[in-house]
């Protein structure tokens, strides 16, 4: 198994400009998470899926969007991107909820916004 | 919501030390806390978790306190050794949220011989 794989690794994108981050899991976890990791900072929860077609926001949900279409995509959208979206982004996934289920995270999606 | 706090956010410990992080939460509802390791450009990955009707849980030089009464819990790493150098994020759950996790900010380890 790959286990989370997002792409792509590093992006540098001009106030503005619009980009998805791509996520999948070959695990046939029904959770899956984006998170957000500022410099020194822990991490935030961005949006997260219980299931295909079905989203919900997190803690910081402004300025982007998500679908999940399969139970093995999970892409990320920003929209009209800005300097306070600079960040490292995780993609994760998990068998059921984060209640004592392990939350696999993929190696992080650095982007920076100038 | 919930908030977790964490201390310190760095800790040096000479090879062979322990070394104790800290994190207290909020909401006493909160009934899973699991800790992951980062290493430098590279995903968190789980090390050790612990239940709320657990006191505490141990894997060979890595342990976890729970203290519910006072809202918190702790890491403990002993021998420890310059692998163990990376981010420690602790995290709290909160049941009836499906898969809201709050992170503590991160405490740095550093393992120098």
């Known amino acids: 198994n790959a286990g989370v794989t997002q792409t792509p690794k590093f992006r540098i994108l001009k106030i503005g400009q619009s980009m998805t981050l791509q996520c999948t899991q070959d695990m046939n976890h029904n959770y899956m998470y984006w998170y957000r990791q500022d410099p020194g900072m822990g991490l935030k929860l961005i949006y997260y899926s219980v299931g295909a077609g079905i989203t919900d926001k997190g803690e910081v949900p402004n300025g982007y969007n998500v679908s999940r279409s399969t139970t093995e995509d999970f892409p990320l959208r920003l929209e009209l991107a800005a300097p306070s979206q600079t960040s490292v982004y995780f993609c994760?996934?998990?068998?059921?909820?984060?209640?004592?289920?392990?939350?696999?995270f993929g190696e992080g999606s650095w982007l920076t916004v100038v | 919501g919930e908030n977790v706090e964490q201390h310190p956010s760095t800790l040096s410990v000479q090879e062979g030390d322990s070394a104790v992080i800290k994190c207290t939460y909020s909401?006493?509802?909160?009934?899973?806390f699991p800790w992951y390791k980062q290493e430098l450009g590279k995903r968190p990955q789980l090390i050790i978790d612990?239940?709320?009707?657990?006191g505490e849980k141990k894997d060979q030089r890595i342990a976890v306190t729970l203290n519910k009464t006072a809202k918190h819990f702790s890491l403990h790493i002993t021998e420890t050794q310059p692998e163990d150098s990376a981010v420690y994020f602790c995290a709290a759950h909160r049941p009836g949220t499906a898969s809201k996790l709050t992170f503590g900010t991160g405490t740095r380890l550093q393992v120098t011989l």
């Open positions: 909401d006493s509802a909160s009934n899973y």
């Open positions: 612990i239940r709320s009707n657990v």
């Open positions: 994760a996934s998990s068998y059921e909820g984060a209640a004592g289920n392990t939350i696999y």
